[in-house]
């Protein structure tokens, strides 16, 4: 999958289409993170072709995954290149929207320790917000959430910054196959009663919704963004991060 979209999209004969994938830099942190789940039972948000749902199984000896995705084409496509790789056993794919599907996860077999959130940043703070109240997350669980920079999840930083539930480091990370920055949040999940964060301030909410539209205009086959708008969009975006969230230490 990595050489398909480093050497085949990216290639000669490319299209020049990017990959979407937690590669490389990427999944370097998610595989260190998730070797300190304290059990081996993975949530993933956002499955695409099923590329990071994959790591675990490397990463932790006997993980068992669940991850969601809710376009069908996307997870059926996961499920095929799951199954090529051998590892049907140990990964199941879910076909849902998130927020749908959150309440709906009983944990019988355990909470998760290790959750991996790859969605659409806007709605991190909401699938957060579920998954403690549905106590869907053990003690120490890992809380690794994608493209915190990059186009930015400016709620979700808040409350994992703000919320004394987490303890939180931020990864400066190169993009998979793209010459941009990211950041991918490494949260500790401590269910103790003080938890909560104060409102977010305006400023947050008007990041977020420029955050949103970079978003929504990658996703338009219309109006895209090139690789130049998305350089310059993360370099601007830690500064006006930063400067909100009170100080972000990047690792
Ligand atoms: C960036 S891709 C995931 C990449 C994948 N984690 C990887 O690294 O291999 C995001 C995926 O999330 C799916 N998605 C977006 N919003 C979702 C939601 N609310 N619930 C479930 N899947 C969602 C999209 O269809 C897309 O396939």
Redesign the pocket.
């Known amino acids: 999958m990595e050489r398909f979209g480093t050497h085949v999209l990216q290639g000669e004969r490319g299209s020049g289409r990017w990959l979407?994938?937690?590669?490389g830099e990427k999944a370097e942190v998610l595989g260190a993170a998730m070797k300190k789940a304290p059990n081996p039972k993975i949530l993933?948000?956002?499955?695409?072709?099923?590329?990071?749902?994959l790591r675990p199984r490397e990463a932790l000896e006997n993980a068992s995954v669940i991850t969601?995705?809710?376009?069908p084409v996307?997870a059926v496509i996961a499920m095929c290149l799951v199954a090529l790789a051998g590892q049907s056993h140990g990964v199941k794919v879910l076909i849902?929207?998130?927020?749908s599907l959150l309440p709906r996860l009983v944990t019988a077999g355990g909470r998760f320790g290790g959750v991996?959130m790859?969605?659409?940043g806007s709605?991190y703070d909401q699938e957060v917000a579920l998954m403690i109240e549905h106590d869907l997350l053990a003690p120490h669980a890992v809380l690794v959430a994608?493209n915190v920079l990059k186009p930015g999840t400016p709620l979700f930083l808040w409350l994992v910054m703000r919320d004394a539930r987490f303890q939180t480091q931020i990864h400066a990370v190169n993009e998979f196959a793209m010459p941009a920055k990211d950041w991918i949040s490494v949260s500790i999940y401590d269910p103790r009663e003080d938890g909560g964060a104060p409102q977010a301030p305006p400023e947050l909410f008007r990041l977020h919704e420029a955050a949103e539209e970079m978003r929504t205009r990658a996703l338009s086959h219309v109006r895209s963004v090139t690789y130049a708008e998305w350089a310059r969009f993360a370099q601007e975006m830690p500064g006006a991060t930063r400067q909100r969230q009170g100080g972000v230490a990047c690792m």
């Open positions: 979407k994938l937690a590669a993933e948000l956002g499955t695409y072709c099923g590329y990071s749902a969601v995705e809710n376009d996307h849902g929207h998130s927020l991996f790859d969605t659409r709605r994608d």
